[in-house]
């Protein structure tokens, strides 16, 4: 049985404000630990890590503080695929679902940073295999498991319009049974998202990163997200702040407008202000900070429609 196994691997750190998390490894026979990070943070009290070398993928499990939703989100942070924003975009989001009843799952995922074939598929391969783990194991975490979502930001955004928009692609061998289990997320939330390859929309770093510098127009046009849409990706739910200086919010509209044409459940926000990385938006004082609750009020909503 795979409970019994995965609980000795837990291992359980503490959050400020008595917020419990577990790291859970994704893969069979691996234990957590051995990844790398940096403390961007100037400040000893606050930590602002970035994970910089990923030896072991894990998911970082932080449950429902609140009243529990039943409702889980997969966290796939950003950092241009160099490094990953593990507070900013990961552990910060996680207390603020958790007090509005979400569990979160943090993926701390393998780089793909060189543009190799390879690499690009362990990072696939390791936002597949999370969701179907979660899943797999939705009662052990009190989630129902139709209320699986993923919610990308910046780079980790294109790992979660990937996840969504071909979850059935095949990026590695079935390893267990888990790995029958569907990896289509429920919903998906992106946030200042870079999902398109092409010229002046794209981040380029990030586009070298996962692809490579030298690109043909067919392997842009073919890995592009916002042209990857189906009418099966699941409702999709977008934040972007007009004035963010590192990805185009054209990213957004586009997917925003294959998501229409598709008639895919989708709500789009734009702020005026906020820049690239805001994160919770607690920081600013500017309308941005109030996503969060946006986003919790659409699911919410979603979870409603299907009950009738």
Known sequence: ??????????????????????????????????????NFSKNPAVNNRAVTQVDNPQMIYVPAAGKNNHSAVLIIPGGGFSYIMKDLEGLDVAKVLSQKGYASFILIYRLPRDGSDDNRNHAFADAQRAMRLIRANAAHYNVAADRIGVMGFSAGAFL???????????????????????????????????????????????????????????????????????????????????????ASPQNALRLFDALRKNHVPTELHLFQQGGHGF????????????????????????VTQNKH
Do not use: C
């Not at 996503?291 to 919410?300: A, H, V």
């Open 1 to 38: 049985m795979f409970f019994p196994r995965l609980m000795a691997l837990l291992t359980v750190i503490w959050l400020p404000a008595a917020f419990a998390s577990q790291e859970i490894p994704i893969w069979p026979h691996e234990a957590p630990g051995n990844n790398k990070f940096i």
């Open 160 to 246: 979660a319009a990937n996840l969504s928009n071909n979850p059935d692609e095949t990026t590695y061998p079935a390893t267990d049974a888990q790995d029958q289990t569907s990896a289509r997320p429920d919903f998906s939330a992106l946030i200042y998202p870079v999902v398109s390859l092409k010229d002046g929309v794209t981040h380029p770093g990030t586009r070298a990163a996962l692809y490579g510098k030298s690109l043909s127009p067919q392997l842009i046009e073919q890995n592009s997200q916002e042209d990857r849409v189906t009418g099966r990706t699941p409702p999709t739910f977008l934040v972007q702040a007009l004035n963010d200086g590192t």
């Open 279 to 302: 994160g919770t938006g607690m920081k600013q004082n500017l309308p941005v900070k109030n996503w969060l609750t946006l986003f919790s009020d659409w699911q919410s909503s979603l």
